[in-house]
């Protein structure tokens, strides 16, 4: 909701990178995009390959778009492989409550949520969005 989520993700990750870490950013619908399609062409495991060489991955705009049973796996394969081998920062207006909308299986949101939330620090961003904000500053002027 333009409250500076996917902003203070990125200044997160460009500090890792000048770090000298390995930084992966995915707004998740096309993470999840390129996992499907990957499966399809036989290259899943060189995808994942390539995530677990991540020392952070960045999921953009959690939960924005629906996602099929396949594709809910495929995305809890991708947490599930990041457990405590390397830092996950996600950007979502949506409570944990509504994520069982997102993978339609609740042991499977339970477990995402489990690992997710094990070790990690959430920040809430409350208020109006700064678009908007800006959008009426720029009317009114």
Known sequence: MGTGKTHLAIALGIEACRKGLKVGFYRTANLVNQLSDAKKSGELSKLLASIRKLDLLVCDEWGYVP???????????????????????????????????????????????????????????????????????????
């Open 67 to 141: 996602l099929d049973r396949d594709a809910a796996q495929l995305l809890f394969q991708v947490i599930s492989d990041s457990y405590e081998r390397r830092s996950v920062i996600l950007t979502t207006n949506l409570e944990f409550s509504r994520w069982v909308g997102i993978f339609y299986d609740e042991q499977m949101t339970a477990a995402i949520i489990d690992r997710l939330v094990h070790h990690s620090y959430l920040l809430l961003f409350d208020g109006p969005s700064n678009r908007v904000r800006d959008s009426l500053m720029r009317v009114q002027a």
